[in-house]
T-cell receptor
């Protein structure tokens, strides 16, 4: 089983739609979780951290299910500018390099 | 303040030549990472520097790859005798490391696009 797995997509959705991505991780001892966004031919940038209690930032909601070892990202009211690849990222332990999923590609269509 | 910078932004080289890629982390960040991203692929961890500790080299794909971090700041990734399969975007990132051992957000540089002909 890969350390971090994501559906590669692409997800093609109309503007205004709600879209959800899931990600699973294999290391049950993982401590920190993040969603990064990567635009075409650009570097990854942090979108949001994922907390055990779930967290929301505007149109974006992230949730963590430790028992099932999955993380989700929900995007409401999709905008054209949301088109990007969304990377699920896990920190196996406190002071080790992050493990990146291969990303889920989202295209928001007018 | 300034973010992570990398140079060169693009590098074209011939198979068998050596290349050096440079990373300037965010000032004050103690942790520095190198990743590789091939076309359409995820980020592949290469090497990690944290303060004065021995680097974590577990991700280096072969002994042709090496990296140094001088003075706890600038880092250089060297690829010797380049092969066509080394063609990729090489990304550097830096972060603060908590005293408890956790880490804060990794900030990425724009990357160096390496093409080996």
């Amino acid at each position: 089983r890969k350390e971090v797995e994501q559906d590669p997509g692409p997800f093609n959705v109309p503007e205004g739609a709600t879209v959800a991505f899931n990600c699973t991780y294999s290391n049950s001892a993982s401590q920190s979780f993040f969603w990064y966004r990567q635009d075409c031919r650009k570097e990854p940038k942090l979108l949001m951290s994922v907390y055990s209690s779930g967290n929301e930032d505007g149109r974006f909601t992230a949730q963590l299910n430790r028992a099932s070892q999955y993380i989700s990202l929900l995007i409401r009211d999709s905008k054209l500018s949301d088109s990007a690849t969304y990377l699920c990222v896990v920190s196996p332990s406190g002071n080790t390099p992050l493990v990146f999923g291969k990303g889920t590609r989202l295209s928001v269509i007018a | 303040g300034a973010g992570v910078s990398q140079s060169p932004s693009n590098k074209v080289t011939e198979k068998g030549k050596d290349v050096e890629l440079r990373c300037d982390p965010i000032s004050g960040h103690t942790a520095l990472y190198w990743y590789r991203q091939s076309l359409g692929q995820g980020l592949e961890f290469l090497i990690y520097f944290q303060g004065n500790s021995a680097p974590d080299k577990s991700g280096l794909p072969s002994d042709r790859f090496s990296a140094e971090r001088t003075g706890g700041s600038v880092s250089t990734l060297t690829i010797q005798r380049t092969q066509q399969e080394d063609s990729a975007v090489y990304l550097c990132a830096s972060s603060l490391v908590w005293t408890s051992g956790g880490q804060e957000t990794q900030y990425f540089g724009p990357g160096t696009r390496l093409l080996v002909l």
